[in-house]
């Protein structure tokens, strides 16, 4: 059986090394300081004991007040799995630090997300629209997409 | 004297026969060496996603066969479970069994249609892909017989299924079960000691081990790469843990591996529909469940190992009767994250082997 980790106990090891970048942590998932996400998801990957070696999902939800990112994460050694998140405020020009130097995986699924919420991923090599093409009105994924036509 | 020479752009699809529907590849050529790669996506994009948000739970079952088309039980299923989770129901010990056995039907659906057209890439026109199809028929017939469609199935519901599979299913699965083992080692042996085929699959787009993990590859493009990991075992779920069978790994990561993966991996849902069929249980095939399902407010991740790779859902409800965020795990998408990598420095004629060994389904990747 795969394991999610219990986040609040990972929260309190995060905490020791990141201290402030913790916004929450229950049950089944753990939110991050999006400043921060870069470290703790390097920490999460390269401590031997986590070993988080694959970025199984990677997607966004549109609260309305803030953008939602959430990743995961599974370790393919140690069979175990964490739910990463982490918030967005900036409606106008969302901006998150990009994971594809971690996790190739990043690559394709965060210009999906970039395409359809509009959130860009600084550090991306190659930030272009994915499904729709260059000019295209808006981002649908989005909850006003649509809104005053 | 040097001659001067450039670089030469070719673009292949989005309508070319090798590209398994629209997706679209623009290649740099020196010679006839590829040196770069640009992959291009969304002339199938329908907006599924943005769609599924404004339909209620059950409306959406119809959407999750049209995404990997070729393997529409395992969508159903997974959408079904991760619903189930999020709204706390549990299947009849019934349903779960029938889950499987047409779960494992479907994996030897899709992995015959995908050595078929495999084949048909490298340019063994169309008899492979009609003895593929020979076998492949008789499980559409199957499904046809559980639910009336060949295609779009639409079989599962949150908690069960529509309905219980009729009186003369098992004896025709039985008959079905019992001559595929001989199939499959017709196609091995046509197959898998080809000359031609060895020589074009053999050490051609070696995907490595670290390169697939990184990538998040899944299914039979991960285990081609010597990653022992299907989900399956690794978290079973539904009624796996009650089943024996094996995980063929393959070692080099190259097209062969990939296809080698399959053909196997067809032997042993063999193995898992018989043991299903032996302990299939009496009982309801349906849970009691709200027609209008209204889920508690939260979010739910559920995957399971289709014939493609890992096809989950991540859903969020705000407790109405739509899901506020209907978010698919794509395997066919994610695994051309690698593509462009394993394609590079090989000849043209090679890029439509390497990519055809990863067997895709357009209306997955671009939903």
């Known amino acids: ?149 | 004297m040097a001659f001067k020479t450039e670089h030469f752009m070719l673009n292949v699809g989005p309508q070319h026969p090798s590209t398994h529907g629209v997706f679209r590849m623009r290649f740099t050529l020196d010679g006839e060496v590829i040196v770069d790669l640009e992959p291009i996506f969304g002339y199938l994009h329908r907006g599924i996603e943005k769609l599924a948000e404004d339909r209620t739970y059950t409306q959406n079952i119809p959407f999750t066969d049209r995404l990997d088309y070729l393997a529409s039980m395992t969508s159903n299923q997974a959408y079904c479970m991760a619903v189930e989770k999020l709204a706390g129901i549990t299947v009849p010990e019934r349903a779960e069994y029938i889950r499987v056995i047409m779960s494992e039907l479907q994996r030897i659906a899709s992995h015959l249609a995908g050595i078929g057209f495999f084949l048909q890439d490298l340019g063994a026109f169309m008899t492979p892909l009609l003895y593929m199809f020979r076998e492949r028929e008789k499980i559409v017939d199957l499904f046809d017989m559980v639910c009336g469609q060949r295609l779009n199935y639409n079989y599962l519901r949150f908690g069960g299924l529509s309905q219980d599979i009729p009186p003369e299913f098992i004896p025709a699965l039985k008959k079905l079960v019992n001559a595929l083992p001989g199939f499959i080692d017709e196609y091995d042996r046509l197959i898998s000691e080809n000359e031609v085929f060895l020589v074009r699959t053999k050490g051609v787009g070696i995907l490595s081990r670290e390169m697939a993990i990184s990538s998040a590859a899944a299914g039979p493009v991960l285990r081609g790469s010597d990653v022992n990991w299907d989900i399956r075992k690794s978290n079973p779920y539904s009624v796996y843990d009650r089943f024996e069978f094996d995980i063929p790994v393959a070692k080099t990561g190259d097209s062969f591996d990939r296809y080698w993966v399959r053909l196997q991996e067809m032997r042993q849902s063999v193995r898992i529909i018989e043991q299903a069929i032996e302990q299939l249980p009496e009982g309801d095939v349906q849970a009691k469940v709200s027609r209008l399902l209204k889920p508690p407010a939260g979010d739910a991740y559920v995957s399971i190992e289709g014939p493609k790779g890992e096809i989950g859902f991540y859903l969020v409800s705000d407790g109405s009767v739509k899901p506020y965020r209907w978010r698919v795990r794509p395997p066919c998408f994610i695994n051309l994250t690698t593509l462009r990598d394993i394609i590079i420095g090989w000849k043209v004629a090679d890029a439509m082997v390497i990519f055809g060994s990863i067997d895709i389904v357009l209306g997955e990747v671009d939903r």
């Open chain 1, 1 to 149: 059986m795969t394991a999610a980790l219990s986040a609040p106990d990972l929260a309190a090891r995060l905490e020791k090394e990141f201290p402030g970048a913790i916004v929450e942590s229950n049950a089944d998932s753990l939110v991050v300081d999006s400043v921060k996400l870069p470290d703790i998801a390097s920490f999460l990957k390269n401590t031997p004991e986590l070993d988080f070696d694959y970025l199984t999902n990677l997607t966004a939800v549109d609260y309305k007040e803030h953008f939602e990112l959430v990743y995961h994460l599974l370790s393919i050694s140690r069979n175990h799995s964490l739910t990463l998140k982490t918030r967005c405020y900036d409606r106008e020009n969302p901006t998150v630090p990009s994971l594809v130097a971690l996790w190739n995986a990043a690559d394709l699924q965060e210009r999906e997300v970039y395409d359809l919420f509009g959130i860009v991923f600084s550090g991306h090599p190659n930030m272009k629209r994915i499904f729709l093409w260059e000019g295209f009105p808006g981002y649908p994924l989005r909850k006003d997409f649509g809104d005053g036509v």
